[in-house]
T-cell receptor, first 112, second 112 residues
């Protein structure tokens, strides 16, 4: 049982480059989330989705876009990367909004 | 503005003793609370939860206490073991909100 899988695990970008982070879950969960973790800040919600074809903004959505074309996949895009987006990104999924979230292993992104 | 606060960034405890982690929240709508544990280079994993209709929930060595009037919860680990050394995140949610708000985390180090 793979759970939540994030691709890639590491990436270095130059300022201004774009990239897409992929999150895939095999638990048939409705809800999916993208968080970023920064030192002293905990986990902050970037965007989330409550079902296929839906997306919504979280706490820190600026500079990011998302898409949920298939129920099992949630993509996070950076159109023009900035050094402030250097962070560890976690994807999570839940069956409903009030159940435990399952997290991927994270993507460590460095923007130089 | 962080709605979930963990004011102690770190905690050091001797093996076999009790670890007490604290968490405060400001949003009175929160009615479901969770603790997550995170090892380096891994995603957070669910540890224990409590709903607002209870004031205590126990699972093996882990007990969570909720004081709604004080908007405070705590996680007790008894006895602490070296494998408990990790970052612990407090999180909260409420019905119809679909997402979790996380604290900044507390790093626990269990000394042999």
């Amino acid at each position: 049982n793979a759970g939540v899988t994030q691709t890639p695990k590491f990436r270095v970008l130059k300022t201004g480059q774009s990239m897409t982070l992929l999150c895939a879950q095999d638990m048939n969960h409705e809800y999916m989330y993208w968080y970023r973790q920064d030192p002293g800040m905990g986990l902050r919600l970037i965007h989330y989705s409550v079902g296929e074809g839906t997306t919504a903004k979280g706490e820190v959505p600026d500079g990011y876009n998302v898409s949920r074309l298939k129920k099992q996949n949630f993509l996070l895009g950076l159109e023009s990367a900035a050094p402030s987006q250097t962070s560890v990104y976690f994807c999570a999924s839940t069956r409903t909004g009030l159940t435990e979230a399952f997290f991927g292993q994270g993507t460590r992104l460095t923007v130089v | 503005d962080q709605q979930v606060k963990q004011n102690s960034p770190s905690l050091s405890v001797q093996e076999g003793r009790i670890s007490i982690l604290n968490c405060d929240y400001t949003n009175s709508m929160f009615d479901y609370f969770l603790w997550y544990k995170k090892y380096p280079a891994e995603g957070p994993t669910f540890l224990i939860s409590i709903s607002s209709i209870k004031d205590k929930n126990e699972d093996g060595r882990f007990t969570v206490f909720l004081n709604k009037s004080a908007k405070h919860l705590s996680l007790h680990i008894v006895p602490s073991q070296p494998g408990d050394s990790a970052v612990y995140f407090c999180a909260a949610s409420w019905a119809n909100d679909y997402k979790l708000s996380f604290g900044a985390g507390t790093t626990v180090t269990v000394r042999a």
